[in-house]
């Protein structure tokens, strides 16, 4: 039989699932430790990275014993960090796709703000970019390329103080600006001088009101329409920028699922909508390769929440040239 698909070696499957779990088992405090004199005393300092920010803080007096043994742990977590680095150099050698410096650095910023860990999602491209791993597949490089990160914000809670979206951006790159639009009372779209953007996404709730307020992010965000079949399920994903960047992600076939349901909300926007069924059908091909039971199963049940839904996913399943019958897919509709 003739695979679509490019399969992933699994060698390199696993050294990305073995960095998935080192990230997972939570971020390494490492930077590099020097020692400043001042007014004549020794004091420890480390310098550590936040997106394209360099940040310094003090550990303590040189001869301080509980200082000395920060430096230390400082040091080792160090040695890991290069080691973290070295494996994603490695994957990126293999084609595995990495972000652009700049949304490696706008992903770094947000995960060591704690974003990803409360509930913030990573939709759109930038999420799309980490599932070759997760579904064992290359996928096509035209698909992969995006200068915007997309944010899906549900449940976000603050566990201290409310968080300052635009600052956290401005750690990696102080030119983010906040893009304010008639009905805003606060910000959903911030937007850096080399024209990359940060638009922050929820769902409708009761009333269909947007834009809906983000207290605890000082910011707002864009109601759409099916967002809530992403809201309802994410998975941690490594993006390949520094030592990894963990993140929160729809599971690959609610993403592709979710595609073919935008992709019908996009009479106006050519592109984009054909970027959507492009992401959706290349998804596809693989799960009909190596998991058609589980996806078709994920698609029944999206087209049994409503008529709207059934016709959108028949609609983008027809135009993807994908014979769907009850919403069935058949292996015989592949291009040989």
């Known amino acids: 039989m003739y695979l679509i698909m490019r399969a992933i070696p699994l060698n390199i499957q696993t050294m990305y699932a073995d960095l998935l779990q080192s990230k997972s088992l939570g971020d390494i405090d490492h930077g590099s430790v020097s020692i400043r004199t001042i007014k004549g005393k020794d004091y420890l300092y480390v310098t550590t990275k936040d997106g394209g920010t360099r940040r310094q803080r003090s550990l303590g007096r040189a001869n301080d014993p509980a200082a000395m043994a920060k430096a230390e742990a400082i040091r080792e977590a160090a040695n890991r960090a290069r080691g973290l680095r070295t494996t994603v150099a490695a994957l990126k050698k293999a084609h595995i796709p990495g972000p652009s410096l700049p949304l490696g650095r706008v992903l770094e910023a947000i995960a060591n703000a704690g974003l990803f860990e409360n509930g913030v999602i990573l939709v759109g491209t930038a999420a799309y970019q980490t599932y070759p791993c997760l579904v064992g597949a290359h996928l096509p490089s035209s698909a992969l390329m995006t200068n915007d990160a997309d944010l899906l914000v549900t449940s976000f809670v603050s566990k201290d103080d409310p968080k300052d979206l635009e600052e956290i951006l401005q750690r990696a790159n102080p030119t983010f600006k906040a893009v304010m639009s008639r009905d805003d009372r606060m910000p959903k779209v911030f937007r850096s001088s080399d024209n990359f953007q940060v638009d922050v996404l929820t769902t409708f709730g009761r009333g269909r009101k947007s834009p809906v307020i983000i207290d605890d992010l000082q910011c707002s965000a864009e109601a759409l329409k099916f967002m ?109």
Do not use: C
Not at 237 to 243: F, K, P, W
Not at 246 to 267: C, D, F, G, N, T
Not at 289 to 318: H, Y
Not at 320 to 327: H, L, M, N, P, S
């Open 228 to 336: 809530e079949y992403l809201a309802d399920e994410s998975i941690e994903a490594v993006t390949l920028y520094g030592t990894g960047v963990l993140v929160s992600v729809p599971p690959p076939m609610r993403y592709a699922v979710h595609k073919l349901l935008i992709a019908q909300e996009r009479k106006t926007n050519a592109p984009k909508r054909n970027k959507d069924l492009k992401q959706a059908k290349d998804l596809i091909d693989v799960f009909l390769e190596t998991d058609s039971d589980g996806f078709e199963d994920v698609l029944q049940e999206a087209r049994g929440r409503g008529p709207s839904w059934k016709k959108n996913i028949d609609a983008s399943l027809g135009e993807i040239k994908k014979q769907a019958r009850q919403g069935s897919l058949s292996l015989s509709s592949r291009k040989k």
